[in-house]
């Protein structure tokens, strides 16, 4: 099974920064510029097994939205949420992770790894 990462950024800079560093780990991406088309990917990629999403974004959900409608239809789906301010813990899903802005390549493959493995 390949490892799909799907990146949800309404920055496109951002997002295809996060693509790049992404693809150049080895990982398949697929890239939303909000979380209605996050949740259309998802619906047609079942193989996507992290999503990398950042929080503040316009449209119908944010990130935090997003990251809960994905625990409740997709549970086995890792999720990883980044943004520019700081957060309060229990404003993530049980099971997602936190990187704040500007992150680390490093830490982000290293996340994103963690979470598939």
């Not at 920055?11 to 209605?36: H, K, S, T």
């Not at 935090?64 to 086995?76: D, F, S, V």
Request: one cysteine or more; glycine letters at 6%.
């Amino acid at each position: 099974m390949q490892n799909v990462v799907l990146v949800v950024e309404d920055e496109p800079f951002a997002r295809l920064l996060g693509v790049d560093l992404l693809e150049q780990a080895g990982f398949a991406v697929l890239q939303a510029c909000n979380a209605d088309e996050a949740l259309w990917l998802l619906e047609a990629h079942p193989e996507v097994r992290v999503v990398f999403s950042d929080i503040d974004m316009p449209g119908s959900l944010d990130g935090i939205e997003l990251a809960r409608r994905i625990c409740q239809c997709w549970p086995r789906i890792g999720i990883v949420l980044t943004s520019g301010h700081n957060i309060r813990e229990e404003m993530l899903p049980r099971e997602g992770r936190f990187l704040a802005k500007p992150y680390d390549g490093k830490t982000l493959v290293r996340q994103i790894e963690e979470i598939m493995h």
